[in-house]
């Protein structure tokens, strides 16, 4: 059984910082990338950023040059630094765990930028 629980998500005026985290615990086999996705209503889910088992990291247009993805492979965990946040920032976050044997997904935290 996989679990992710994710923390750091919250109210935050503009121009703030978040730092979200995620930690994966359970029977978990050969990652291949944890990312971050976000979802509003009426909107699909989209990437915010992943980061591979190799190291390599993608980001959403959007948040270039403002949030960072890290990871640390000893404890399952990967980390969100978001600064600079906007308003359209706002969504719930979902952390996502790919393996060789499924996706796993987080039940989200709500990050909430406004003044």
């Known amino acids: 059984q996989v679990q992710l629980v994710e923390s750091g998500g919250g109210l935050v005026q503009p121009g703030g910082s978040l730092r979200l985290s995620c930690a994966a615990s359970?029977?978990?086999?050969?990652?291949?990338?944890m990312g971050w996705y976000r979802q509003t209503p009426g909107k699909q889910r989209e990437l915010v950023a992943e980061?591979?088992?190799?190291?390599?990291?993608n980001y959403a247009d959007s948040v270039k040059g403002r949030f960072t993805i890290s990871r640390d492979n000893a404890k399952n965990t990967v980390y969100l630094q978001m600064n600079s946040l906007k308003p359209e920032d706002t969504a719930d976050y979902y952390c996502?765990?790919?393996?060789?044997?499924?996706?796993?997904w987080g039940k989200g935290t709500l990050v909430t930028v406004s003044s």
């Open positions: 359970g029977s978990i086999f050969s990652i291949n990338a």
């Open positions: 980061i591979t088992s190799g190291g390599r990291t």
């Open positions: 996502n765990l790919d393996t060789r044997k499924s996706r796993y």
